[in-house]
Protein backbone atom coordinates (compact mmCIF):
# COMPACT_ATOMS: atom_id res chain seq x y z
CA UNK A 1 0.00 0.00 0.00
CA UNK A 2 1.23 3.34 -0.68
CA UNK A 3 1.47 6.12 1.83
CA UNK A 4 2.38 9.57 2.18
CA UNK A 5 4.82 11.00 4.43
CA UNK A 6 4.07 14.50 5.79
CA UNK A 7 7.05 16.30 7.49
CA UNK A 8 5.68 18.03 10.65
CA UNK A 9 7.33 21.40 12.10
CA UNK A 10 8.44 19.83 15.08
CA UNK A 11 10.67 17.75 12.63
CA UNK A 12 8.43 14.42 13.16
CA UNK A 13 6.97 12.48 10.32
CA UNK A 14 3.44 11.61 9.85
CA UNK A 15 2.22 8.64 7.46
CA UNK A 16 -1.27 9.32 5.63
CA UNK A 17 -2.85 6.67 3.73
CA UNK A 18 -1.90 6.68 0.03
CA UNK A 19 -4.73 8.06 -2.65
CA UNK A 20 -6.27 4.75 -3.27
CA UNK A 21 -7.04 3.98 0.02
CA UNK A 22 -8.37 7.35 0.57
CA UNK A 23 -10.68 7.52 -2.38
CA UNK A 24 -11.95 3.81 -0.87
CA UNK A 25 -12.59 5.72 1.95
CA UNK A 26 -14.31 8.32 0.28
CA UNK A 27 -16.59 5.72 -1.85
CA UNK A 28 -17.44 4.52 1.54
CA UNK A 29 -18.77 7.01 2.85
CA UNK A 30 -20.84 8.49 -0.24
CA UNK A 31 -22.11 5.00 0.25
CA UNK A 32 -23.30 5.90 3.52
CA UNK A 33 -24.43 9.01 2.18
CA UNK A 34 -26.44 7.61 -0.18
CA UNK A 35 -28.00 5.21 1.42
CA UNK A 36 -28.89 7.46 4.74
CA UNK A 37 -30.49 10.02 2.09
CA UNK A 38 -32.62 7.02 0.33
CA UNK A 39 -34.11 5.90 3.53
CA UNK A 40 -34.93 9.61 4.58
CA UNK A 41 -36.54 10.30 1.08
CA UNK A 42 -38.52 7.35 1.83
CA UNK A 43 -39.59 8.15 4.92
CA UNK A 44 -40.33 11.83 4.42
CA UNK A 45 -40.43 12.23 0.48
CA UNK A 46 -37.85 14.51 -1.45
CA UNK A 47 -39.70 18.08 -0.77
CA UNK A 48 -39.66 17.86 2.90
CA UNK A 49 -36.02 16.28 3.25
CA UNK A 50 -33.18 19.07 3.43
CA UNK A 51 -29.36 18.88 3.28
CA UNK A 52 -29.35 19.24 7.37
CA UNK A 53 -31.90 15.81 7.63
CA UNK A 54 -30.05 14.02 5.28
CA UNK A 55 -26.52 15.06 6.94
CA UNK A 56 -27.66 14.06 10.40
CA UNK A 57 -28.74 10.71 9.31
CA UNK A 58 -25.55 9.81 8.11
CA UNK A 59 -23.91 10.90 11.10
CA UNK A 60 -22.15 14.29 9.76
CA UNK A 61 -22.10 17.72 9.93
CA UNK A 62 -23.79 19.74 6.92
CA UNK A 63 -20.74 21.15 5.87
CA UNK A 64 -18.67 17.33 5.79
CA UNK A 65 -22.05 16.49 3.59
CA UNK A 66 -21.40 19.26 1.15
CA UNK A 67 -17.62 18.03 0.86
CA UNK A 68 -19.44 15.16 -1.12
CA UNK A 69 -22.39 16.51 -2.72
CA UNK A 70 -23.42 20.16 -4.06
CA UNK A 71 -27.30 19.87 -2.99
CA UNK A 72 -29.89 17.08 -2.55
CA UNK A 73 -30.95 16.84 -5.80
CA UNK A 74 -27.95 15.06 -6.88
CA UNK A 75 -28.22 13.19 -3.97
CA UNK A 76 -31.24 11.62 -5.11
CA UNK A 77 -29.86 11.78 -8.88
CA UNK A 78 -26.82 9.20 -7.61
CA UNK A 79 -29.60 7.11 -5.79
CA UNK A 80 -31.26 6.79 -8.98
CA UNK A 81 -28.61 6.51 -11.45
CA UNK A 82 -26.68 3.88 -9.17
CA UNK A 83 -29.96 1.62 -8.85
CA UNK A 84 -30.38 1.70 -12.55
CA UNK A 85 -26.94 0.84 -13.20
CA UNK A 86 -27.68 -2.62 -10.94
CA UNK A 87 -30.70 -3.00 -12.95
CA UNK A 88 -29.53 -2.79 -16.31
CA UNK A 89 -26.33 -5.49 -14.99
CA UNK A 90 -29.14 -8.17 -14.25
CA UNK A 91 -31.07 -7.46 -17.22
CA UNK A 92 -27.45 -8.08 -18.87
CA UNK A 93 -27.00 -11.76 -16.83
CA UNK A 94 -30.40 -12.49 -17.88
CA UNK A 95 -30.39 -11.95 -21.37
CA UNK A 96 -27.28 -13.74 -21.92
CA UNK A 97 -28.71 -16.88 -19.89
CA UNK A 98 -29.82 -20.37 -22.15
CA UNK A 99 -31.99 -21.28 -19.60
CA UNK A 100 -36.15 -21.20 -19.30
CA UNK A 101 -37.64 -17.85 -19.90
CA UNK A 102 -39.70 -18.40 -16.74
CA UNK A 103 -36.60 -19.17 -14.67
CA UNK A 104 -34.90 -15.98 -16.44
CA UNK A 105 -37.78 -13.87 -16.06
CA UNK A 106 -37.72 -14.58 -12.04
CA UNK A 107 -34.18 -14.13 -11.53
CA UNK A 108 -34.75 -10.32 -13.50
CA UNK A 109 -37.64 -10.16 -10.81
CA UNK A 110 -35.78 -11.26 -7.92
CA UNK A 111 -32.81 -8.62 -8.62
CA UNK A 112 -35.64 -5.68 -9.40
CA UNK A 113 -36.95 -6.31 -5.76
CA UNK A 114 -34.04 -6.60 -4.20
CA UNK A 115 -32.47 -3.19 -6.30
CA UNK A 116 -35.88 -1.72 -4.63
CA UNK A 117 -36.13 -2.92 -0.76
CA UNK A 118 -32.17 -3.56 -0.04
CA UNK A 119 -30.01 -1.61 -2.27
CA UNK A 120 -29.81 2.24 -1.58
CA UNK A 121 -33.54 1.39 -0.98
CA UNK A 122 -33.78 1.99 -4.52
CA UNK A 123 -37.50 2.48 -4.62
CA UNK A 124 -36.11 6.20 -5.33
CA UNK A 125 -35.12 5.25 -8.82
CA UNK A 126 -38.54 5.14 -9.54
CA UNK A 127 -40.75 7.47 -7.41
CA UNK A 128 -39.00 10.23 -7.51
CA UNK A 129 -37.72 11.02 -11.10
CA UNK A 130 -40.06 13.78 -11.85
CA UNK A 131 -38.42 16.19 -9.52
CA UNK A 132 -35.17 16.38 -10.79
CA UNK A 133 -34.18 19.27 -12.77
CA UNK A 134 -34.27 18.30 -16.61
CA UNK A 135 -31.06 17.09 -17.86
CA UNK A 136 -30.55 15.25 -14.26
CA UNK A 137 -34.06 13.40 -15.27
CA UNK A 138 -33.37 13.08 -18.70
CA UNK A 139 -29.95 10.82 -18.19
CA UNK A 140 -32.06 9.20 -16.12
CA UNK A 141 -35.38 8.68 -17.66
CA UNK A 142 -33.07 7.30 -20.49
CA UNK A 143 -31.56 4.07 -18.46
CA UNK A 144 -34.92 3.74 -16.98
CA UNK A 145 -36.13 3.72 -21.07
CA UNK A 146 -33.47 1.05 -21.71
CA UNK A 147 -34.27 -1.40 -19.10
CA UNK A 148 -37.85 -1.26 -19.56
CA UNK A 149 -36.62 -1.77 -23.90
CA UNK A 150 -34.90 -5.01 -22.84
CA UNK A 151 -37.56 -6.15 -20.56
CA UNK A 152 -40.00 -5.61 -22.87
CA UNK A 153 -37.78 -7.38 -25.69
CA UNK A 154 -37.79 -10.53 -23.35
CA UNK A 155 -41.22 -10.72 -23.04
CA UNK A 156 -41.81 -10.38 -26.44
CA UNK A 157 -39.67 -13.48 -27.57
CA UNK A 158 -41.47 -15.30 -25.12
CA UNK A 159 -44.86 -14.15 -26.74
CA UNK A 160 -43.66 -15.08 -30.07
CA UNK A 161 -42.03 -18.71 -28.58
CA UNK A 162 -45.72 -19.58 -27.03
CA UNK A 163 -43.97 -19.87 -23.39
CA UNK A 164 -45.96 -16.38 -22.29
CA UNK A 165 -49.67 -15.82 -22.69
CA UNK A 166 -51.24 -12.28 -23.95
CA UNK A 167 -50.24 -10.60 -27.02
CA UNK A 168 -49.42 -7.03 -26.10
CA UNK A 169 -46.04 -7.40 -24.97
CA UNK A 170 -45.76 -3.46 -23.91
CA UNK A 171 -49.14 -4.14 -21.60
CA UNK A 172 -47.59 -7.60 -20.18
CA UNK A 173 -44.39 -5.54 -19.51
CA UNK A 174 -45.88 -2.83 -17.35
CA UNK A 175 -47.93 -5.32 -15.48
CA UNK A 176 -45.27 -7.22 -14.52
CA UNK A 177 -43.15 -3.97 -13.00
CA UNK A 178 -46.19 -2.43 -11.84
CA UNK A 179 -46.52 -5.89 -9.36
CA UNK A 180 -42.70 -5.37 -8.58
CA UNK A 181 -42.68 -1.70 -7.55
CA UNK A 182 -45.80 -1.64 -5.70
CA UNK A 183 -44.13 -3.71 -3.12
CA UNK A 184 -41.64 -0.90 -2.24
CA UNK A 185 -44.92 0.74 -0.75
CA UNK A 186 -45.74 -1.40 1.76
CA UNK A 187 -42.66 -3.43 2.84
CA UNK A 188 -40.92 -2.53 5.85
CA UNK A 189 -37.80 -3.64 7.04
CA UNK A 190 -38.20 -5.37 10.18
CA UNK A 191 -41.37 -6.52 9.68
CA UNK A 192 -42.23 -9.96 9.69
CA UNK A 193 -40.76 -11.25 6.49
CA UNK A 194 -37.63 -10.29 5.54
CA UNK A 195 -36.73 -8.91 2.14
CA UNK A 196 -35.97 -11.92 0.92
CA UNK A 197 -38.53 -14.20 1.93
CA UNK A 198 -40.74 -10.89 0.01
CA UNK A 199 -38.75 -10.93 -2.89
CA UNK A 200 -39.20 -14.44 -3.54
CA UNK A 201 -42.85 -14.58 -2.96
CA UNK A 202 -43.50 -11.58 -5.18
CA UNK A 203 -41.42 -12.87 -7.87
CA UNK A 204 -43.39 -15.97 -8.20
CA UNK A 205 -46.60 -14.61 -8.43
CA UNK A 206 -45.26 -11.95 -11.10
CA UNK A 207 -43.92 -14.40 -13.12
CA UNK A 208 -46.54 -16.41 -12.84
CA UNK A 209 -49.19 -14.08 -14.01
CA UNK A 210 -46.99 -14.06 -17.52
CA UNK A 211 -46.15 -17.63 -18.33
CA UNK A 212 -48.70 -19.83 -20.48
CA UNK A 213 -50.91 -22.40 -19.14
CA UNK A 214 -48.95 -25.00 -20.59
CA UNK A 215 -45.97 -23.79 -18.63
CA UNK A 216 -47.12 -25.25 -14.98
CA UNK A 217 -43.93 -27.30 -14.44
CA UNK A 218 -41.96 -23.69 -14.60
CA UNK A 219 -44.11 -22.04 -12.74
CA UNK A 220 -43.90 -24.83 -10.16
CA UNK A 221 -40.23 -24.98 -10.48
CA UNK A 222 -39.54 -21.38 -9.38
CA UNK A 223 -42.45 -21.62 -6.95
CA UNK A 224 -40.43 -24.66 -4.95
CA UNK A 225 -37.24 -22.38 -5.66
CA UNK A 226 -38.85 -19.67 -3.60
CA UNK A 227 -40.07 -21.52 -1.19
CA UNK A 228 -36.81 -23.21 -0.93
CA UNK A 229 -34.78 -19.43 -0.52
CA UNK A 230 -37.77 -17.95 1.93
CA UNK A 231 -36.79 -20.95 4.08
CA UNK A 232 -33.53 -20.48 4.17
CA UNK A 233 -33.49 -16.43 4.82
CA UNK A 234 -36.07 -17.12 7.71
CA UNK A 235 -33.42 -19.80 9.60
Same mark, same amino acid.
Given at each position: ???? &???? %? ?17 ? !????? #? ?9 ? *? ?8 ? #?? $? ?17 ? #????? $? ?12 ? &? ?14 ? #? ?11 ? %? ?6 ? &? ?16 ? *? ?11 ? =? ?29 ? $?? %? ?14 ? !?? *? ?7 ? =? ?13
Amino acid at each position: MIRT &VVRL %SNGRSLSRPGPERARRRAD !LRRRE #ILRAAARIFRE *RGFALTGMRD #IA $QAADLSSGNLYHYFRGKDE #ILFAC $QDESLDRLLEALRR &VRRGDGPLGDRLHALA #IAHLHCLLDEFEG %SAAHFEVD &VLPPQLRKRIVAKRDLYE *RGTRALVREGVRR =GDLRGDDPAMMTRAFFGALNWTAHWFRSGGP $QS %SDVVAAKVASYAVAGL !LA *RGDNDGAAT =GRKRSRARGRAAAR
